[in-house]
């Protein structure tokens, strides 16, 4: 069974950064494609960042240049490095093994309990 435990959240000021870890248990990680979601209050869940197991990565265009996902795969271990936060990435984020269908990534069903990330102003 896979695991999935996100770490890294917490309040920051705008303008801050986090870095958030998702470690991940029961899996080959270094061939999964891996991604990072967030839930803002009564919004839909939606897709921040994916990366594939060749480290290829793709970004929500609310995040790019701000955010960078990277993985350690010694460490089984998918990251997300948020820089210049704002209140809006204020959420829920959480860690979601998926795969890709012609370029497109679609989430599993395997997923952490979430990490929450408060941006104050």
């Known amino acids: 069974q896979v695991q999935l435990v996100e770490s890294g959240g917490g309040l920051v000021q705008a303008g801050g950064s986090l870095r958030l870890s998702c470690a991940a248990s029961?899996?080959?990680?270094?061939?999964?494609?891996m991604g990072w979601y967030r839930q803002a209050p009564g919004k839909q869940r939606e897709l921040v960042a994916d990366?594939?197991?060749?480290?290829?990565?793709n970004y929500a265009d609310s995040v790019k240049g701000r955010f960078t996902i990277s993985r350690d795969n010694t460490k089984n271990t998918v990251y997300l490095q948020m820089n210049s936060l704002k209140p809006e990435d204020t959420a829920v984020y959480y860690c979601?093994?998926?795969?890709?269908?012609?370029?497109?990534?679609?989430?599993?069903?395997?997923w952490g309990k979430g990490t929450l990330v408060t941006v104050s102003s």
């Open positions: 979601n093994r998926g795969r890709y269908d012609r370029g497109t990534y679609y989430p599993m069903d395997d």
């Open positions: 029961g899996t080959i990680f270094s061939i999964n494609t």
């Open positions: 990366i594939s197991s060749g480290a290829k990565t």
